[in-house]
């Protein structure tokens, strides 16, 4: 099946500081990929859908300038948290699409960040 | 209200029982609807994904989605101690998922 890495897998990070996520499809093309948010024991919540070559699209209440995402080529996209704060620690999950379409496109998910900022 | 409304459980099942996990939905411009399986500090997997209503059936795991109920659920059986995991719905409008909050599932050996 088709899979998706991401690094670091945990980041330990001070207040102020900058942490950039990387999220990697290996053996497929990703024309599609999203980043999700999860805190303990609640549900994986979409922060941005981001296509390559292009600028992502961020759901409602996420900052863009906080949560910064490039998807330069179609294997790889990168989520950099911007001035850390004890309230963005979380589990970063990416996951990642091979085509788009009218049809239902599986999303291969990547095995998560957790974050904790100090 | 949330669009997709999961019982966290947890839910604790001896080995070998038949479990049942479900959800309910209110945004009828759902079209697909998947079931993953979260381990503990890992990515979901996708189970299951259904289309239409009705039952879909893989190995030991059944799908079933009401459309005009608007309720879906994951029956496994036989379950073993390694299903013990964290199981999510999933739905699907536009080519956007909208998750269920997940329910925590332990099989007792």
């Known amino acids: 099946g088709a899979v998706v890495s991401q690094h670091p897998s945990w980041v330990i990070c001070k207040s102020g500081t900058s942490v950039k996520i990387e999220c990697r499809s290996l053996d497929f093309q990703a024309t599609t990929m999203f980043w999700y948010r999860q805190f303990p024991k609640q549900s994986l919540m979409l922060m941005a859908t981001?296509?390559?070559?292009?600028?992502?699209?961020?759901e409602q209440g996420v900052e863009k300038d906080k949560f910064l995402i490039n998807h330069a080529s179609l294997t790889l996209s990168t989520l950099t948290v911007t001035s850390a704060h004890p309230e963005d620690s979380s589990f970063y999950i990416c996951?990642?699409?091979?085509?788009?379409?009218?049809?239902?496109?599986?999303?291969?998910f990547g095995p998560g960040t957790r974050l904790t900022v100090l | 209200q949330k669009e997709v409304e999961q019982d966290p459980g947890p839910l604790s099942v001896p080995e070998g029982a038949i479990v049942s996990l479900n959800c309910t939905y209110s945004?009828?411009?759902?079209?697909?609807f998947m079931w993953y399986r979260q381990y503990s500090r890992k990515g979901p997997e996708l189970l299951m994904y259904t289309y239409s209503s009705g039952n879909k059936e893989d190995g030991r795991f059944t799908a079933q989605v009401d459309k005009s109920s608007k309720y879906i659920s994951l029956f496994i059986r036989d379950s073993q101690p390694s299903d013990s995991a964290t199981y999510l719905c999933a739905m699907s409008a536009n080519q956007k998922v909208t998750f269920g909050t997940g329910t925590k599932l332990q099989v007792i050996p």
């Open positions: 981001s296509n390559e070559g292009s600028k992502a699209t961020y």
């Open positions: 945004n009828s411009a759902f079209q697909y």
């Open positions: 996951s990642a699409r091979a085509t788009s379409g009218g049809s239902y496109n599986e999303q291969f």
